[in-house]
């Protein structure tokens, strides 16, 4: 991307003394062809004027969460929707906590909670406040929600201190955000396949075989794949959770529903199975609910490896084929074997025996194995799953570009 044409940014300024480098940050995406709206905090007009921000943005300059005026061009929904992109510099520790809290008090933290686009947060502030534990605990909650950070840095501060938590110069906040729309320009060219969930195997019109998958990590990668600019489809099992309009889902129940969905949706450029499907069905379908007897036999066959049938597909494999290992003994062991045996380019194994981790935690701890003997397994220590696929997708994006 030789420019930003086209391209939206909304930018957030808040109330610091690092302010003033939002006027060279807004003017070097203007430079580079970036279409700009602004919105200016209340305590942000004590560092900087709205005549300022608007000469050098070429448009109005938002400030007042109940202005008829600006409710009546663009409501606050509207202005969330309309950028590609949201920056907030400074992001200053009363901010950061704000947001942590989901505040929606004033126009600059009701559009970040109504958006669903990327927020970047350059944070500014004394190093005694970056250090604080509460700043800390903050931070890794707007993580776990998605929010990107540039910087800080560590240098010379306003108040004369020396340490960590100067803002970001503008240059390194455009080169960041400008990367990241790049990267998500050339992502929207490639399609990601994502199973999630388990699947259920009827016995009667009222049982079925089933297993604990929760679906949560297979969500949250293709939430991930999908915020980076993927054309992302997750074929999921039964399950409650959630997923954004962004996200082409299809809904299956049975082993043989998911992999007549995978097949339609080949070819793709990567697929990631983190399902966890039913290996046996009832080789005989009861269309009237079993009575209660003594003893019941089940006889079962084996339902189709859709990991194996995909990645041995000789036509339409996928580019990266990536499976999922949910062991509870043996876990590097079956891991291994199961990368080669299902000729996978990338096995991601946990151990599901673990209380804290796996199927119905929102925690997980993983170690990747790869094919190519070039790359060296690596574990993810227990961390939130959001985390781990904001892990497993940047790896992705590395491998392919």
Not at 167 to 187: G, R, Y
Not at 260 to 285: C, E, G
Not at 329 to 352: H, M, P, R, T
Request: aromatic content about 8%.
């Amino acid at each position: 991307m030789k420019d930003l044409s086209n391209k939206k940014i909304l930018f957030i300024i808040c109330g610091g003394i690092s302010a003033y480098k939002c006027l060279e940050t807004i003017r070097l995406f203007k430079k580079n062809n970036a279409k700009i709206k602004t919105i200016l905090t209340k305590s942000a007009k004590e560092f900087v004027t709205p005549l300022s921000v608007s000469s050098l943005s070429q448009g109005k300059v938002y400030d007042d969460l109940f202005n008829l005026e600006n409710e009546s061009e663009m409501d606050h929904i509207s202005l969330s929707r309309w950028a590609d992109v949201i920056v907030v510099a400074p992001a200053t520790a009363n901010t950061i906590s704000k947001l942590s809290q989901g505040s929606a008090e004033e126009l600059a933290s009701t559009v970040i909670l109504a958006s669903n686009k990327p927020v970047f947060l350059a944070p500014a502030m004394n190093v005694q406040m970056w250090e604080h534990q509460s700043t800390k605990n903050n931070l890794k909650i707007l993580k776990n929600y998605g929010y990107k950070l540039i910087g800080p840095e560590i240098g010379d501060m306003a108040c004369g201190e020396y340490g960590e938590g100067k803002m970001s110069e503008p240059l390194d906040i455009f080169n960041q955000v400008k990367e990241f729309l790049s990267l998500k320009f050339k992502n929207k060219k490639i399609k990601a396949l994502v199973t999630a969930g388990p699947t259920n195997e009827h016995i009667d019109p009222v049982r079925f075989i089933t297993n604990k998958s929760s679906g949560k990590q297979g969500y949250e990668i293709a939430k991930c794949l999908s915020r980076r600019g993927f054309q992302t489809t997750l074929i999921s099992g039964p399950t409650n959770l959630k997923i954004n309009e962004n996200v082409n889902l299809i809904k299956v129940e049975t082993a043989e529903e998911m992999l007549r969905a995978t097949q339609q949706n080949l070819p793709t450029d990567i697929a990631i199975f983190a399902a966890a499907v039913a290996d046996y069905k009832l080789n005989k379908k009861n269309y009237d609910k079993i009575k209660k007897k003594d003893n019941l036999t089940l006889n079962l066959e084996q339902n189709i490896d859709i990991l194996n049938y995909v990645a041995n597909h000789n036509s339409m494999r996928p580019n990266l084929v990536i499976g999922f290992a949910a062991e509870t003994s043996n876990l590097e062991e079956n891991a291994v074997y199961k990368l080669k045996n299902k000729n996978c380019d990338w096995i991601i194994a946990n151990d599901v025996s673990k209380k804290d981790i796996g199927f119905e935690s929102d925690y997980n701890e993983i170690t990747i194995h790869y094919k190519n003997p070039s790359y060296k397994k690596e574990w993810l220590s227990l961390r939130k799953k959001s985390e781990i696929s904001e892990e497993i997708v940047n790896r992705i994006v590395a491998q392919i570009n």
